[in-house]
């Protein structure tokens, strides 16, 4: 049975999209199936594959109203060996939308279901908010839900509101959610202050944060501009090195043995 990874953190900046892509293109690369979801109604994780989202036909807005399987939505980059389930321009007012139907949390998790044994790993990209697409994702989180950090103040404030949602969450709907991991991102060695962060984050989650740690880098950010993860646009950089690492580090913790890459 596939897992199902949410990328979850209600402050933006802090590499959801960046970390979902890229960790998905590793584990693609090690010759897992991959899908990534896009929740966001910024559509990032779908601009970033070079997908224009204001042709996108359906996806993720469709899934989530119910209107629709996800099946005929789905797209597959071959040359990235990645599937997207894409966001669209009518995932904006989903929100709203989704307020007035029953079982409005499970929407997502619903829809993800057919796919459950297709894919060796989803990986649903949220919305920097702790709205109802935020929610979903959550809900959808069968194997648990990832926390990107940014290495910077404010960052422990941020990660304790979003564990406290977490909580309510699973008090509430869905018992079974956990925090598969916190994964530090946009490390900056030459300050004081991301040294200080890793340190914090690791006293207070001594069990939960990823030993990985992504640097801040200059081709992770260049990448999306080319349609590309970091793997395939500077695969000898300091970010793919990291995101990597960040693959085998999940896949060993998932009980998977490291596969040689597949070129």
Known sequence: MGRIYTFANQKGG????????????????????VLLVDIDPQANAT????????????????????????????LHNPKLKLSILPASP???????????????????????L?????????????????GLLTLNGLVAAKDGVIIPVQCEYLALEGLSQLTHTIERVRDAIFPDLTIR???????DGRTNLAADVVRE?????????????IPRAVRLAEAPSYGLPVSMYAPSSSGALSYAAFARELLEGDGFNIPVIQE
């Open 201 to 213: 984050v690791r006293r207070h989650f001594p069990k939960q944060v990823f030993s990985t740690v």
């Open 47 to 74: 601009s970033c594959l070079k997908i224009d989202k204001n042709s996108v036909n359906g996806g993720t807005y469709q899934v989530l109203l119910g209107s629709t399987s996800a099946e005929k939505y789905i």
């Open 14 to 33: 802090v590499g959801k999209t960046t970390t979902a892509i890229n960790l998905g293109a590793y584990l693609a690369n090690y010759g897992k199936r």
């Open 90 to 112: 009518a995932l904006v007012g989903g929100e709203v939308e989704l307020v007035s139907e029953s079982g409005r949390e499970s929407r997502l998790q619903k829809g993800l």
């Open 114 to 130: 057919p796919f459950i044994n297709r894919y060796d790993y989803i990986l649903v990209d949220c919305p920097p908010s702790l």
């Open 181 to 187: 991991g916190v994964l530090l991102t946009m490390f």
